[in-house]
């Protein structure tokens, strides 16, 4: 486990940050902020691979011995040696024999041969205020009890836990990072991502848990395909055109971490007179956007793939993280009959049920509700939560075989039916399906609402491609 440090210059009295537009460190600020921590990973006796806050690694450039900042995989990142001077002052010497030093324009290299005043560095250990926004806390027993172990932004695999992953029944989750747990080493198997404190994780995963990843909630939005051009970093939350760095209608390519879904949004979210929402759903990587909406966005949503539920309106008191699943009376963790606000990401449903066992009165709710009603609140026993899905038909009147689809785009060949067999489709409430007659979305095409069981308008048994999208009619 790492420690949470500031890196000061004995040489020029500034503090060590990364330059996030260079992707390189300088000696250039003179107050602690986000960039100026660090996270010192020792591996050996005095040796240490160096973290930003963020989650990168550092790695001395070949060429010119620059420190840069953008090394995602730890087996890459350089090693440095720790070399006391006195009780205030080391040295930081890299892997690649040279001592790191300060230069004339503040930008840090590890190219000195010889220890100077320039190479001269303190550091200081940030208190525990500072630790607790970068790491996790996993737990032996429920409600955070038992025996902990601190995580920091990494990858943890089997050898590395110190609790017995059968007996790991809690996590506290710092703001702004992403858990991510397994049930075998080397991250295979079930997994469940966990973004808030939960104090009971079997009620969710009832496997043994052998690996863990801790990440940031970061997505990376790209001027150009393949991840090249400029870049911003993009945190859980909603972007209008004048909150993105990338002008309006330049992105092409994006990082999406596990568990997190980004909307693309083709006219301004927040402006309630554009008539229809068009959006694009991005769930992984995509090194380019291939649709419509390539260059041509102008909003930005960033939100997890789970369900949250709170004990008071809007969004206050106790909070619960629930993923796909039946969750009964006993597991809710946040009590029965006190939910009164919840917060539904776009393609998911919710079923509240009054009694236990889901039944009693019902109520199904498909997006945020800072208060779930007088004829609801505080009287939730169990829930269920689903994934909408459009069902499309090989055969008239919803017969033959059949294949579900969330909100995204369907080739060719992820047409699990066949290619021209669509006849016949149902279509949940608020959603729309594109029919394309060829592949990548080409070809004449036909818009469907509601269901419909003979595909009709010449449209029957020659649809190539697929989208499915949200139809909603802003200001209703």
């Not at 629930?322 to 597991?331: D, S």
């Not at 075989?401 to 699990?416: F, P």
Request: net charge negative.
């Amino acid at each position: 486990m790492g420690k949470l440090v500031c890196v000061k210059s004995t040489w020029n009295d500034n503090y060590i940050s990364i330059n996030k537009e260079k992707n390189i460190t300088e000696a250039n600020s003179n107050t602690v902020c986000f960039s100026t921590k660090f996270n010192f990973i020792q591996v050996a006796k005095s040796i240490v691979i160096l973290q930003s806050h963020d989650g990168y690694y550092i790695k001395a450039d070949s060429s010119n011995g620059t420190l840069i900042c953008n090394v995602i995989d730890k087996s890459e990142a350089s090693l440095f040696t720790l070399i006391p001077i006195n009780e205030k002052e080391l040295y930081l010497k890299c892997d690649n024999g040279y001592y790191i030093s300060v230069y004339d324009d503040k930008v840090l290299r590890a190219k000195e041969s010889y220890k100077t005043d320039r190479c001269k560095f303190k550091i200081k250990e940030l208190i525990s205020k500072f630790r607790e926004y970068n790491t996790v806390k996993i737990y032996e027993l429920a409600n955070y009890q038992g025996t902990v172990q601190e995580l920091n932004v990494d990858s943890y695999n089997i050898n590395q836990l110190n609790i017995d992953g059968s007996k790991l029944n809690s996590v506290k989750v710092s703001k702004g990072l992403i858990v991510t747990l397994y049930e075998h080493a080397n991250f295979k198997g079930k997994s469940m991502t966990i973004t808030v404190d939960t104090p009971c994780i079997e009620y969710y995963f009832n496997c043994k848990i052998s690996s863990i990843k801790v990440e940031n909630i970061i997505v990376k939005i790209y001027e150009y395909p393949n991840y090249q051009g400029k870049v911003q970093e993009l945190q859980l939350g909603e972007y209008t055109s004048n909150q993105l760095s990338l002008c309006n209608n330049t992105l092409s390519s994006i990082k999406v971490p596990k568990g997190l879904i980004v909307i693309l949004y083709k006219y301004d979210y927040f402006n309630t007179s554009v008539g229809y929402e068009q959006m694009v759903f991005i769930k992984q990587d995509t090194p380019l956007i291939e649709d419509s909406l390539n260059d041509k966005f102008s909003s930005i949503k960033v939100q997890t793939m789970t369900v949250k539920i709170y004990e008071d309106a809007n969004y206050q008191g106790k909070v619960q993280e629930l993923q796909l699943g039946e969750y009964n009376l006993n597991q809710l963790s946040i009590g029965y009959n006190t939910l009164s606000s919840i917060k539904v990401p776009v393609g998911f449903q919710v079923t509240l049920y009054e009694h236990a066992d889901f039944e009693g009165k019902s109520k199904i709710i498909t997006c945020d509700m800072p208060w779930v009603g007088s004829n609801f609140d505080n009287i939730t026993s169990s829930i269920k939560v689903e994934v909408i899905t459009v069902k499309i038909y090989e055969q008239p009147n919803y017969e033959g075989k059949v294949q579900e689809l969330q909100l995204g785009q369907y080739n060719l060949n992820q047409l699990n039916i066949g290619n021209d067999t669509l006849s016949s489709i149902k279509i949940p409430l608020g959603f729309q399906v594109i029919l394309y007659e060829h592949a990548d979305f080409k070809g004449k095409s036909k818009v469907i609402t509601y269901d419909t069981p003979l595909i009709g308008d010449g449209f029957d048994d020659i649809t190539s491609s697929i989208r499915v999208e949200l139809f909603q009619l802003m200001g209703f």
